[in-house]
């Protein structure tokens, strides 16, 4: 893993990043690939409240992340 990678649900609203690795079992790998979250993508996080689901946009599209499923995409903040 990336020594800059952190988790997906450690960022603030505002922050964007790019995906780097899913540290998730097959089927959460799969259910991220459905999301379009692959590595490489870039994400910004609309809303993350620090309990509950994370906002994030991906593309022109925005989508709610539960907080166990966030802590496992890792990201690279991007500048």
Do not use: W, Y
Request: net charge positive.
């Amino acid at each position: 893993m990336n020594n800059n990678a952190l988790p997906l649900g450690f960022l603030q609203a505002g922050c964007s990043a790019v995906v780097r690795e899913c540290q998730g079992g097959k089927s959460l790998r799969q259910r991220l690939i459905e999301l379009g979250l692959v590595h490489g993508t870039r994400v910004r996080v609309v809303k993350n409240d620090r309990g509950g689901p994370l906002i994030i946009s991906v593309g022109e599209g925005r989508l709610a992340i539960g907080r166990g499923m966030a802590l496992k995409i890792m990201v690279e903040e991007a500048s």
